[in-house]
C-alpha cells in the first residue's frame, strides 16, 4: 500500500515537472521572441537613419557644389572631389546597410545576426578611418587654400560664405563623429542582447 502511495506521488511530482518545464520553455520563447523584436527595431533605426542621411546628402550635393563653382568661383576640381567623394560614402552606406538587413534578427540565426552586426562595426570604423578622416582633412585643406586665394580680391561675400563653410564642415563632422559613436554603441547593444539570447538557448539544452 506504501509503495503504491508512493508510485503514486512520483508520477504527480513527474508530472508536475513536466508543466513547469512546459511553462519555463514557454517563458523562454516569448522572452527570446521579444529579444529578437527589440534587436529589430534597433536594426531597423540604424537602417532608417542612413537612408534619410543619404536623401539629405544626395539632395544636398548637386546645389552646393553649383553654389561653389557658380556664384563663389571655386575650382571645378575641388567641387567635382567633394561631389564624387560624398555620392561614393553614400554608395558604401547602401553596401553596409544591403547586407545588415533588420528582419535577419526575427528569421535567421543569433550566430548569423551577430556575424551581420560585427560586420557592420567593422565597415563603420574601416569607412571612418581609412576614407572619412583623410577626405575630410584633405578637402577641409583644400577648400581653405582656394579661399585664401579668393579673398584675395577682397570679394567680401566669398570671405564671408568661407568662414561660414569652414564652422558648418566642422560643425557637422563633431556631429557625424557623435553619430558614428552613436552606431556602434547601439550595435554593441545588440550584440549584448545576441549574447542573452545565446545563454537562454543554452539553459533550454
Not at 2 to 14: A, P, R, V, Y
Not at 129 to 134: A, D, E, Q, W
Not at 175 to 190: H, N, P, S, V, W
Request: aromatic content about 12%.
Amino acid at each position: 500500500m506504501t509503495q503504491h502511495i508512493d508510485s503514486k506521488e512520483l508520477l504527480e511530482m513527474k508530472g508536475q515537472m513536466a508543466l513547469l518545464k512546459q511553462k519555463l520553455e514557454k517563458e523562454t520563447i516569448v522572452h527570446e521572441q521579444l529579444m529578437r523584436k527589440v534587436m529589430k527595431v534597433k536594426a531597423d533605426s540604424l537602417r532608417t537613419k542612413a537612408i534619410l542621411e543619404s536623401i539629405l546628402a544626395l539632395t544636398v550635393i548637386p546645389v552646393f557644389t553649383w553654389v561653389m563653382h557658380s556664384l563663389f568661383h571655386f575650382s571645378i576640381a575641388l567641387c567635382l572631389f567633394f561631389g564624387i567623394a560624398v555620392t561614393c560614402a553614400q554608395i558604401y552606406s547602401y553596401y553596409i546597410h544591403h547586407h545588415f538587413r533588420p528582419k535577419d534578427f526575427i528569421n535567421n540565426s543569433v550566430i548569423e545576426a551577430k556575424k551581420e552586426t560585427l560586420q557592420l562595426k567593422t565597415y563603420y570604423a574601416n569607412w571612418l578611418k581609412y576614407i572619412s578622416i583623410p577626405f575630410d582633412i584633405t578637402f577641409l585643406t583644400w577648400f581653405i587654400y582656394e579661399a585664401i586665394q579668393l579673398s584675395q580680391a577682397d570679394n567680401t561675400s566669398t570671405i564671408i560664405f568661407s568662414i561660414s563653410f569652414v564652422v558648418i564642415f566642422i560643425t557637422v563632422f563633431i556631429l557625424a563623429m557623435g553619430q558614428y559613436f552613436k552606431i556602434q554603441r547601439t550595435a554593441d547593444e545588440i550584440i549584448g542582447h545576441i549574447g542573452e539570447l545565446c545563454r537562454l538557448n543554452e539553459k533550454k539544452l
